[in-house]
């Protein structure tokens, strides 16, 4: 099926299932410990063997020689896997970083053996008795350091935006923002381990992993072992969490498939934790100068945002993509740079770009807004616009950026901010209000999906999307049920399997609208075999109750299949509605911070989010999504640092008892308002995802309520108290 023309009424709109809020029908399985994940596949790989990884211990340089001989003699080890026999290894297509090091090491904790026994203690213990050597070789892990090395020259278009004269308009400026913002590396910190159990049959391999995009797994596994892409399966019905962490193969899952073929027998391998943070992939550090001209009436009239990031490949944290979009302004400059690191490889972390983008943009509106005496919420009002700002001639499909700031402020009592920093308390405590913008992109992409209409009138739904927490589940349940017309409890989806239509996948916040479609898609296919079967037809078709009706005819739906099942399938594609409508989804946080005027200790007490963001398909998913990245929102803004040894060129905090995250104790009461939306343009559901665009302004949100709360202003994340001690109002 094809979309593109915006949707008109269609079955979805009834709304009898779609737009309800409903319990996740996983939710018995992962709360008694039913639901399998990657390593608890123990059914489908009998006699598994467990593989123990080794990690390089230089950040760049050589592997002179591994002595193998007293771990190979080792109690049940029975094979080692090294660079040196394994073969010729290739990347995959989406993560640069090769999955085994050998001779070259590219960064700390590449991998640079895999010990394979029987049990994992063995495997373990066999690993300790390695003995690699090294010649290691000078590194860059400074980005301050390698970004003042960068050349200059004329800026990359792939990389750069320029409307207008920039230079001159922030010249003429009446008031003007010059200031420079960081923000740390970070890590996903999933709770799932990166997992893989890998199995041959021949030449045919399985893979249960914990993956967020399997089709993208299926091309990037075929392409690093060099084998045909229709000799792939790969399994991955449940993963405990990815943030980006996850979105195609990384070493875990090479080195199962490497080792199960050399044992010719199942392997399991996970990652230690510490290798969780520097073998696998992170979110990168940024620096970034940010400038802003305005009238004293408050018109933005020069936006400038330079961003500098490092990475092991050349791929950058593409921190400017919020301010292309968010404000209207007539001369505007944009610029990545991304400089060479040997730290390991930094890649997509939940809202990519958006995320460290609106950390900086979001205090420099507010500081602007203090240079002109103007409330923050009214300047981002003043500064709307309805189009896009670097292309005037592509309207927003929908934008409700003011009616979110709006309804935040009145519904958080906004008017109880005091105008100047530092001046409310409450006994020992300081007590500031802050608010940020949010934005975040809403693609779609291709989706396809099998639903099947058993004798009995359930239905199954099969599609490779997955499920990573977010309850995809649910929603694609919600939709079959809709299109279908008969009761939740009679359908049955099952997902993560590249034997099924291939899925949109998770990430890039087009999960949700994405797969939805393409079922919609097959349910179509379907309704019209069901009518075809039933001798119906008209424009007035309705399913509904487990019954068809048309032109007054009404037939039990299980008729249909009398003679045996039916399925329809599908793939929703897409035209040129996304070259025509700028399609964002958008919000507004609001944020009360208190701070101990002696220890400097940060406590956030209130924090609401307002979204517009499409049709909302499950309004209790939707609000755990949205209150799960204002968390992780308000790690990345008070805790959150990946700290890199520049000596030794690694992560130092590389568990999660030293890279910290918020705890229940650290996160306050969280509401969530979701205005009624829907967009046309979106596809047929009229719905837009919503699991990233609640991390986006929390951050700065954060940090603009510590200024109000303290005056001190903070431009160095995390905003930990030792940043703010020495600067307390006496």
Not at 39 to 56: F, M, P, S, T, W
Not at 104 to 128: D, G, I, P
Not at 179 to 205: C, F, R, V
């Amino acid at each position: 099926m094809k979309f593109d023309t915006p949707a008109i009424r269609n079955p979805i709109d009834r709304l009898k299932v779609v737009g309800k809020a409903t319990t996740r029908i996983d939710g018995p399985r992962k709360t008694t410990g039913t639901a399998p994940y990657a390593y608890e596949q123990h059914d489908a790989a009998k006699g598994a063997a467990y593989g123990y990884v080794l990690g390089a211990s230089i950040a760049k340089g050589r592997i002179a020689g591994i002595d193998l001989t007293v771990a190979r003699a080792a109690p049940g080890v029975l094979a080692i896997i090294t660079a040196e026999d394994a073969g010729r290894l290739d990347v995959g297509g989406f993560y640069v970083a090769r999955a085994l090091a050998g001779p070259e090491v590219a960064h700390y904790h590449q991998a640079v053996a895999l010990v394979v026994a029987e049990t994992f203690e063995q495997a373990r213990a066999a690993a300790a008795l390695l003995r690699p050597r090294y010649t290691a070789t000078e590194g860059a892990f400074d980005l301050h350091v390698e970004k003042d090395k960068l050349p200059t020259v004329k800026p990359d278009p792939k990389l750069s935006s320029s409307v207008g004269d920039f230079d001159g308009a922030f010249a003429q400026a009446e008031i003007t923002v010059d200031a420079t913002y960081t923000t740390p590396d970070q890590s996903h910190a999933m709770l799932e381990p990166h997992a893989t159990i890998a199995m041959w049959n021949g030449d045919k391999l399985t893979l249960h992993t914990a993956i967020q995009l399997v089709s993208w797994g299926v091309r990037d596994i075929a392409k690093i072992l060099g084998i045909p892409k229709k000799n792939v399966r790969i399994v991955a019905p449940y993963i405990g969490g990815g943030f980006g962490g996850k979105g195609s193969i990384l070493s875990d899952a090479v080195l199962a498939a490497l080792a199960a073929r050399r044992i010719g027998r199942p392997v399991k391998v996970t990652l230690q934790r510490p290798l969780m943070f520097n073998n696998t992939t992170h979110r990168a550090a940024t620096i970034q100068r940010i400038r802003l001209g305005a009238t004293r009436a408050g018109k933005l009239t020069a936006i400038g945002h330079e961003s500098w990031s490092g990475n092991l490949g050349d791929r950058p944290e593409t921190s400017t993509a919020p301010t292309r979009l968010l404000y209207a302004g007539a001369n505007r400059m944009t610029r990545l740079q991304v400089a060479h690191l040997d730290l390991p490889e930094a890649s997509a972390m939940r809202a990519p770009g958006e995320m460290p983008g609106m950390m900086a943009l979001e205090i420099a509106m507010d500081e602007l807004a203090e240079k002109l005496g103007m409330d923050p919420v009214a300047l981002r009002v003043l500064n709307d616009t309805q189009v896009d700002p670097e292309s005037p001639d592509k309207p927003y499909s929908q934008r409700q950026l003011v009616a979110c700031l709006e309804r935040g402020a009145e519904h958080f009592g906004w008017n109880l901010r005091s105008v100047k920093p530092a001046s409310r308390r409450e006994g020992r405590w300081l007590i500031g209000l802050g608010t940020a913008s949010a934005i975040r992109g809403a693609p779609v992409v291709k989706s396809a999906a099998r639903v099947r209409l058993s004798k009995s009138g359930n239905l199954t739904v099969e599609t490779d999307m997955t499920d990573i927490g977010t309850g995809t589940y649910t929603i694609l349940a919600q939709t079959a049920a809709e299109m279908l017309g008969v009761e939740l409890s009679k359908v049955t989806v099952l997902l993560g399997d590249s034997r099924f239509p291939q899925g949109a996948g998770s990430g890039g916040q087009f999960g949700a609208a994405s797969s939805t479609a393409g079922v919609y898609a097959a349910c179509v296919k379907l309704r019209e075999q069901v009518a075809a079967r039933l001798g119906l037809s008209g424009v007035d078709i309705e399913f509904a109750n487990g019954r068809v009706r048309a032109g007054g005819n009404s037939r039990p739906l299980t008729d249909a299949v009398a003679a045996g099942e039916l399925v329809g399938e599908d793939a929703m594609e897409y035209g040129d509605l996304s070259k025509k409508y700028a399609q964002q989804t958008f919000g507004a946080h609001f944020v009360e911070v208190a701070v101990d005027a002696d220890t400097g200790e940060i406590r956030i007490r209130r924090m609401l989010a307002v979204c517009a963001a499409g049709r909302i398909l499950n309004p209790m998913a939707a609000r755990s999504q949205i209150i799960g990245s204002m968390t992780m929102g308000a790690g990345a803004a008070l805790m959150e640092d990946l700290v890199v040894d520049k000596r030794a060129g690694f992560f130092v905090n590389h568990d999660l008892a030293g890279y910290e995250v918020p705890v229940h104790a650290d996160i306050p009461h969280q509401e969530v308002i979701f205005l009624d939306e829907v967009d046309a343009t979106a596809g047929p559901l009229k719905a837009k995802g919503v699991g990233e665009l609640g991390i986006t302004g929390v951050p700065a949100a954060i940090s603009n309520a510590l200024y109000n709360a303290t005056g001190v202003r903070v431009r160095d994340y995390p905003i930990t108290l030792d940043k703010l001690l020495m600067q307390l109002p006496a």
